[in-house]
C-alpha cells in the first residue's frame, strides 16, 4: 500500500512543473522493478537447482563439475544483480525525498480538496 501511494502521487504530480523529472523518475522505477521481477525468477531457478543436492562422492563431483562451476557463477552474478538492484532502488528513494513525493492516497487527496 505505500509504494502504491507514492505512485499515485508521482502520477499525480507528473503534470505539474516538476513533471519531466517525476516521469524519468517513474521510467527509471519501472526499470529497476523488471529487473527485479527478473532477479526474483533467477534466484527461484537457484534456489530450485539447490534443492537437487550436492553429490556425495568424489565420482559424481568430477562428472558435475562443469554444471556446478557454472551454478556458483550463477549465484555471484545474481549476488551482484542484487547488490546492483538495491543500489538502484536507494537512488530512486533519494530521488523521491528530492522530487518531494509523498504516500497520497486517493481518499488523501479527495479530503484536501
Known amino acids: 500500500?505505500?509504494?502504491?501511494?507514492?505512485?499515485?502521487?508521482?502520477?499525480?504530480?507528473?503534470?505539474?512543473?516538476?513533471?519531466?523529472?517525476?516521469?524519468?523518475?517513474?521510467?527509471?522505477?519501472?526499470?529497476?522493478?523488471?529487473?527485479?521481477?527478473?532477479?526474483?525468477?533467477?534466484?527461484?531457478?537457484?534456489?530450485?537447482?539447490?534443492?537437487?543436492?550436492?553429490?556425495?562422492?568424489?565420482?559424481k563431483i568430477v562428472c558435475c563439475l562443469p554444471s556446478t562451476l557454472s551454478f556458483l557463477e550463477m549465484n555471484r552474478r545474481v549476488a551482484q544483480e542484487a547488490n546492483d538492484v538495491m543500489r538502484e532502488l536507494e537512488f530512486l528513494k533519494e530521488d523521491m525525498h528530492i522530487l518531494q513525493l509523498r504516500a497520497v492516497t486517493a481518499d488523501t487527496v479527495h479530503l484536501t480538496n
Open 1 to 59: 500500500p505505500l509504494i502504491q501511494a507514492w505512485l499515485f502521487d508521482a502520477k499525480r504530480l507528473r503534470e505539474g512543473e516538476r513533471g519531466e523529472s517525476i516521469k524519468q523518475w517513474l521510467k527509471s522505477l519501472k526499470s529497476v522493478l523488471y529487473r527485479l521481477e527478473d532477479l526474483l525468477e533467477e534466484v527461484a531457478l537457484v534456489d530450485r537447482q539447490n534443492e537437487r543436492g550436492v553429490p556425495n562422492n568424489f565420482t
